[in-house]
């Protein structure tokens, strides 16, 4: 498997003086994703979990709806210079039923920081969920969302080493850490996520939050909708769009979670002081 630190030396320069020191950076690879052997994706990630994120990514794409909708994933050989299998290469076959629509049609290439560049609209973006959020009726209390920042943080060991991976984790609604992921990419992190819980055949996640170590973007809660998660939290700020978006979708965000503070921004009920 790839690896997800890689080291290096850097110069230091300190108001005290200069040094050389070795550096551990955060891996940065192309994952490029077949569906019967036609090139769906290539997306850059941190290599790791790439199970878990191609059934996220499929899942959130609505090209697949449980897990049992792939037939076979396996690597395929993708070598180096020195012909090293370099696990950059996955191919899926889907079931005989399951076909790619054409609202999953992407540009080739998908930089780490764009979760949906390529869509051909909007409309495209906001696909049709079959774990609809509204259908969950749970709430969390202030206390427990309160803690979850650091229960994040304590298990993002990528980060601890480099400080340039995103996290994001999944938890109970009584604060119970079921599942947490890193990368590169902010929404590679969601369908690490996302395709865990894929695989763990627990769709829709009724009765979770998603935590996340970055700002709320639109595609993060679409993915979020996709899944059935019926509270966003995060520590920095949502966009407007999704914020528009989990108003829609009964989905509550949550953002600037630090500490006892925090800003809800929509479906409040679900937040109980």
Known sequence: MGRASARTRVRRIRPGGTDSRA?????????EIR?????????MRTPGADIDFTHGFLLTEG??????DIAVIRYCNGVDDEGRNTYNLLDVTLRN?????????????????????GKASLDAVRLASNHRPADDHCTVDVETLARLPDRLRESQK?????????????FTTEGTLLVAREDVGRHNAVDKVIG?????????????ILMLSGRVSFELVQKAVMAGIPIVAAVSAPSSLAVDLGAEQDVA?????????????CAGHRIVE
């Open 23 to 31: 550096d551990t950076l955060a891996v940065e690879e192309p994952l």
């Open 35 to 43: 569906v019967a052997g036609e090139s769906l994706s290539v997306t």
């Open 63 to 68: 090209i697949i709806d449980k897990a049992d």
């Open 97 to 117: 039923d399951r076909r790619v629509p054409e609202t999953a049609t992407r540009n080739f290439f998908t930089t780490s920081s764009c979760g949906v560049c």
């Open 158 to 170: 990528i980060f601890s080493s480099t400080g340039g991976v995103h996290g994001a984790a999944l």
């Open 196 to 208: 865990w819980a894929v695989q763990q055949n627990t769709l829709p996640l009724r009765n979770t």
């Open 253 to 265: 965000i949550v953002g600037f979670l630090r500490g006892e503070s925090m800003n809800v921004y």
